[in-house]
T-cell receptor
Framework: AQKITQTQPGMFVQEKEAVTLDCTYD???????LFWYKQPSSGEMIFLIY??????QNATEGRYSLNFQKARKSANLVISASQLGDSAMYFC???????????FGSGTKLNVKP | GAVVSQHPSRVICKSGTSVKIECRSL??????MFWYRQFPKKSLMLMAT?????????EQGVEKDKFLINHASLTLSTLTVTSAHPEDSSFYIC?????????????FGEGSRLTVL
């Protein structure tokens, strides 16, 4: 079974609108962390946001927020007020702390239209 | 889906020794592989880009002589941390891009956790 599933290979959003990128995960490790990374065409991986499995509140970082629904095992990324510079690949990832594994999803390519 | 395997998943070594981490694409050929290091603040730093049959391209600030990268075949890239020190302790992750038209798809290994005592 896939550990991290990103079902949207590509997404379009109008500039200034909000967009949600989906991510579901699968683990039996009670302690894990969820990450979102942005990869522009340059290839670097830019860390966006982190959610720990024991965190009670959803993580937020500026225009990024993580909609963490533990029972559903989902960790969707919400980008508010999209900007042209947000066009990039977005990867959801999970690190299992006890099992010591790091898993990435297949990525979602986001295109922001002017 | 395409599978990338890293080995070992966890390694503990003494300061001053060298450690080799392998990254294999199990069911596809990868002309390009990437090596990343995860830092405590969760950022994932691209260390180098490894191209089969040629020298790796290192990012600024990454010591070539310390982090030796070899991409000897279309399915294997290795990262050797030479003369490891405690500050090299980290999670190292590789990713691979399939040979062929560049669709932008990347496939990631499960990471290798290095602890240097």
């Amino acid at each position: 079974a896939q550990k991290i599933t990103q079902t949207q290979p590509g997404m379009f959003v109008q500039e200034k609108e909000a967009v949600t990128l989906d991510c579901t995960y699968d683990t039996s490790d009670p302690s894990y962390g969820l990450f979102w990374y942005k990869q522009p065409s340059s290839g670097e991986m830019i860390f966006l946001i982190y959610q720990g499995s024991y965190d009670q509140q959803n993580a937020t970082e500026g225009r990024y927020s993580l909609n963490f629904q533990k029972a559903r095992k989902s960790a969707n990324l919400v980008i508010s007020a999209s900007q042209l510079g947000d066009s990039a690949m977005y990867f959801c990832a999970m690190r299992e702390h006890n099992f010591n594994k790091f898993y990435f999803g297949s990525g979602t390519k986001l295109n922001v239209k002017p | 889906g395409a599978v990338v395997s890293q080995h070992p998943s966890r390694v503990i070594c003494k300061s001053g020794t060298s450690v080799k981490i392998e990254c294999r694409s199990l069911d596809f050929q990868a002309t390009t592989m990437f090596w990343y290091r995860q830092f405590p603040k969760k950022s994932l730093m691209l260390m180098a880009t490894s191209n089969e049959g040629s020298k790796a391209t290192y990012e600024q600030g990454v010591e070539k002589d310390k982090f030796l990268i070899n991409h000897a075949s279309l399915t294997l890239s290795t990262l050797t941390v030479t003369s490891a020190h405690p500050e090299d302790s980290s999670f190292y992750i590789c990713s691979a891009r399939k040979q062929g038209p560049d669709t932008g798809e990347l496939f990631f290994g499960e990471g290798s956790r290095l602890t240097v005592l």
